[in-house]
């Protein structure tokens, strides 16, 4: 599987943006996927994800009531709309993949239990 992230730039404070993450492969549908980030000289965390088909998310508490993480199985590609941004949520957004398998899906708060990357997109809000 082959993510590609995108959507990212600049936006001032209170503003929108939407990334998309657009992936390769037939089992794209079947897999779990999430969006992490990382600022500058900060580690990567995580900020969400959503079940194979869409019935199931999960949200750090820092986006809860901001961001909204969605999926078109048919065109093989996820989306965050983050909406209220905040200067704090300046960072590069990765999105991931993995087949979960037997893992509960609660535990993909782990960037390590994701088999696939994307590349990034800067997110930048201006205060």
């Known amino acids: 599987v082959q993510l590609q992230a995108s959507g990212g730039g600049l936006v001032q404070a209170g503003g929108s943006l939407r990334l998309s993450c657009a992936a390769s492969?037939?089992?794209?549908?079947?897999?779990?996927m999430g969006w992490f980030r990382q600022a500058p000289g900060k580690e990567r965390e995580f900020v969400s994800h959503?079940?194979?088909?869409?019935?199931?998310?999960y949200y750090a508490d820092s986006v809860k009531g901001r961001f909204s993480i969605s999926r078109d199985n048919a065109k093989n590609t996820i989306y965050l709309q983050m909406d209220s941004l905040k200067a704090e949520d300046t960072a590069v957004y990765y999105c991931?993949?993995?087949?979960?398998?037997?893992?509960?899906?609660?535990?993909?708060?782990?960037?390590?239990?994701?088999?696939?990357w994307g590349q990034g997109t800067q997110v930048t809000v201006s205060s």
């Open positions: 991931a993949a993995d087949p979960q398998g037997s893992n509960p899906q609660a535990m993909f708060v782990m960037g390590p239990l994701y088999a696939y």
């Open positions: 959503i079940s194979w088909n869409g019935g199931s998310t």
């Open positions: 492969g037939r089992t794209f549908s079947s897999y779990l």
